[in-house]
């Protein structure tokens, strides 16, 4: 189902919902800690809170002590690893209350949104919800919220009939792409990069237009609070 370009707006923002400045993430074999903690739900293990707990700190002072870790029972060593891969993305300089800049966006064709507030907040588990509120031009407010992590896994979105899930994936520790998924069908791409101050995020979003089947082309700039 493509997106008319005032719903491309609205829904522009929820796609890259976790940060992804500082520290670098380990690559796992296939398939991924993350993924088998998402599949079999570690998020309860204590090895998982442990190595959650070790790659937040590892991160936050560009180390990494996961390889001292050892575990008798191979379900332990995968839980621990889940949550530390979960820990390395680093999310705190994206924690808090990012505005849109209208003046510095661009939106193609538009229009673009009065105004837009997005508040990210850490999960236990490690994944990043992300509340994005926005009013339209004609003062029509809209709620989207979405909970996500690193694993190119779908994610359920909630407060939009256009967009039902979002997938991301992580390409440096500055950037990362998304995709904006309807019915499984890709409806949009989305790239987000953030400053290295994290005090600027740009996301550019890419996507059809449903009344016309023009190309949407938005750059969006938000600046943190």
């Known amino acids: 189902m493509r997106m008319n370009s005032r719903q ?40 998982y809170k442990q190595g959650l707990s070790d790659g937040k700190d590892d991160s936050a002072h560009n180390l990494d002590h996961s390889k001292k870790r050892h575990f008798k029972k191979d379900d332990d060593q995968k839980a621990y690893e889940a949550g530390y891969q979960i820990g390395r993305q680093d999310n705190q300089h994206i924690i808090g209350t990012w505005k849109l800049n209208v003046a510095a966006s661009k939106y193609s064709p538009g229009p673009a ?34 909970a996500e992590n690193y694993d190119g896994k779908d994610y359920p979105v909630t407060g939009s009939s256009y967009a039902d899930a979002t997938s991301l994936k992580k390409i440096n520790d500055y950037r990362a792409e998304a995709n904006l998924l309807h019915a499984k069908t890709v ?20 996507g059809a237009d449903e009344d ?14």
């Open 8 to 47: 491309c707006v609205w829904v522009l923002a929820l796609v890259l919902g976790a940060g992804i400045t500082g520290g670098s993430v380990r690559v796992a074999a296939s398939p991924s800690p993350q993924d088998q903690a998402h599949d079999q739900d570690y998020s309860k293990d204590k090895t």
């Open 113 to 146: 949104p009065a105004s837009e507030t997005r508040v990210y907040e850490e999960e236990p588990d490690g994944a990043t919800k992300v509340t994005v509120r926005t009013i339209d031009t004609e003062g029509h407010p809209t709620v989207i919220e979405v």
């Open 187 to 206: 409806v949009a791409t989305i790239v987000r990069e953030v400053s290295e101050d994290g005090k600027k995020m740009t996301i550019t979003f890419k």
């Open 212 to 225: 016309q089947g023009r190309q949407v082309n938005n750059i969006a700039i938000y600046d943190k609070q």
